[in-house]
């Protein structure tokens, strides 16, 4: 029997281990999607405690906890410290197969030196060792992120962020480089009910009134070219299905005035203002360089109830289940035409969707990038071991593995970073596998290029973080 979780967790052949060790293990990180804020990057406050680091804003193990029948008040309510790690610790020993188990010991390790399994009967000492190490200092966020090998982190930030906290870094110098990602979602939720307030808040930032589509696009615009001179090189855009339904000006003028007004819009209507915005960003995007992301799947704040108690993000999303090839090939070609197709990241929810984008990416790739289109890494509810395999196995299958650009964290924790080491495992142990079947060649030279670039090297390339480095 293996032990549990050693060094060659999840490295089941020679090559798998050669390839972890020799080439992924040290590489650094770049994050390019990410929900760590800027504001306590910069104040580099300590937590109070592992509860405090560990629980503080993950949906994760909420959700896992509500689902072993734990009180409310021990996820997100007022309960002591050590009470909510115990619920906690009690609810990972029941999470067998669940990529929370791995997640977690692989940060006690990491960042605590702990191999003790978690349980309900090893919580108070592994609290009170954890919260020993964490007064000796070294737990930051910048030391975290550092103690991780990040080398550079995307945030993710409204067009309407004035992006202080992102400024101030740079000021201050660190060794490792925090850029904003530009995520206008509210901007496109024409439908949502505090659509006019936003919009009001968004040509204050934009120093200007928006009275029509044309002024969103116009302060939208503005705002890009303020988070680009911040370093800024990647959009970010959720959707539960692609929209795509075309609309001349004067109904865009229309549906924008009664969504202004507080009038109901339609699913038709809102699905055209996204549809005329998009394409607008879109191109705006390839002008400026960026890389643009589309998140699909994600059916949001699904119970009623705890969205009025506790609001987004909160552990109250699942799946979505609708027709994705049309519309996104639709999308995708109308930029296309023109040639104003930005370097395009697309990520799905729904595993059915894996061979549906990774052939959506060949219809459009051209020699203005390395796969120009990407196939995102499995996301969220496909973030396991068995989410990230079939990820892997169907852009090889598909695709160029090869050009892949890799792992991104999309956390709000500061050791969440372990989840690379867990992705690289999980990349050589394939890609390993292979080797040893005689699949592909043991060619020591490519292998490297390949592991290596996967694990960071692509990314930024991809992104031209370099690039953005040397301006």
């Not at 734990?70 to 197969?97: I, M, N, S, W």
């Not at 190490?133 to 550092?146: H, M, Y």
């Not at 007004?261 to 394409?279: C, E, F, H, Q």
């Not at 607008?280 to 360089?289: A, F, M, Q, T, V």
Request: with cysteine; aromatic share 12%.
């Amino acid at each position: 029997m293996k032990g549990f979780m050693d060094g060659d967790f999840l490295l089941d052949t020679p090559a798998a281990k050669k390839l972890y060790f020799d080439f992924a293990a040290d590489m650094p990180i770049c994050d390019y999607h990410c929900h760590l804020s800027p504001k306590e990057i910069y104040e580099n406050a300590p937590p109070k405690d592992i509860a405090q680091l560990w629980l503080g804003g993950d949906h994760y193990k909420w959700r896992a906890m509500r689902s072993c029948g734990v009180d409310e008040e021990f996820c997100t309510g007022a309960a002591p410290g050590r009470e909510k790690f115990r619920q906690f610790a009690r609810t990972l020993q029941y999470a067998v197969g669940n990529p929370l188990y791995h997640w977690a010991h692989l940060e006690l390790q990491k960042y605590f030196g702990i191999s003790t399994p978690l349980n309900e009967a090893t919580a108070d000492e592994i609290y009170d060792c954890a919260n020993d190490a964490i007064k000796k200092g070294g737990f930051t966020p910048r030391e975290l992120i550092r103690k991780s090998n990040v080398k550079m982190l995307c945030t993710t930030d409204d067009p309407a962020d004035s992006l202080e906290y992102h400024r101030l870094l740079s000021e201050q110098g660190c060794d490792f480089r925090v850029l904003p990602g530009f995520r206008p979602d509210k901007a496109l939720g024409i439908e949502k009910p505090d659509f006019p307030e936003y919009i009001e808040t968004l040509g204050k930032a934009a120093g200007m009134q928006i009275k029509s589509f044309s002024d969103v696009v116009s302060a939208l615009l503005l705002r890009a070219e303020h988070f680009n001179a911040l370093g800024c090189r990647v959009s970010d855009h959720a959707f539960e299905y692609m929209p795509f339904v075309s609309a001349d000006e004067d109904e865009l003028g229309r549906i924008f005035d009664d969504a202004l007004n507080g009038r109901p819009v339609s699913k038709r209507d809102a699905d055209a203002y996204k549809t005329a915005l998009m394409l607008r960003l879109g191109r705006e995007y390839h002008r400026l360089g960026w890389a643009m992301e589309i998140h699909l799947g994600a059916m949001r704040n699904n119970n009623t109830r705890m969205f009025k108690k506790l609001g987004p993000d909160t552990g109250y999303d699942s799946v979505a289940d609708d027709l994705t090839a049309h519309t996104l090939s639709r999308f995708l070609d109308e930029l296309d035409k023109t040639g104003e197709l930005p370097k395009t990241v697309l990520f799905n929810l729904n595993s059915k969707d894996n061979i549906v984008l990774a052939t959506m990416l060949g219809n459009f790739q051209s020699s203005e990038a390395a796969s120009k289109l990407q196939f995102g890494p499995a996301w969220w509810f496909l973030d396991t071991m068995d989410g990230m395999t079939e990820q892997l196995k169907t852009l090889g299958n598909l695709g160029i593995l090869g050009k892949f650009i890799g792992m991104e964290t999309d956390s709000r924790s500061f050791t969440s970073y372990a989840r690379h080491d867990y992705f690289r495992r999980i990349l050589c142990r394939l890609i390993g596998g292979w080797v040893e079947n005689g699949m592909y060649a043991n060619d020591e030279a490519v292998l490297e290029e390949i592991i290596k670039g996967i694990c960071y090297d692509n990314a930024v390339e991809y992104f031209g973080f370099n690039e953005s480095e040397e301006k």
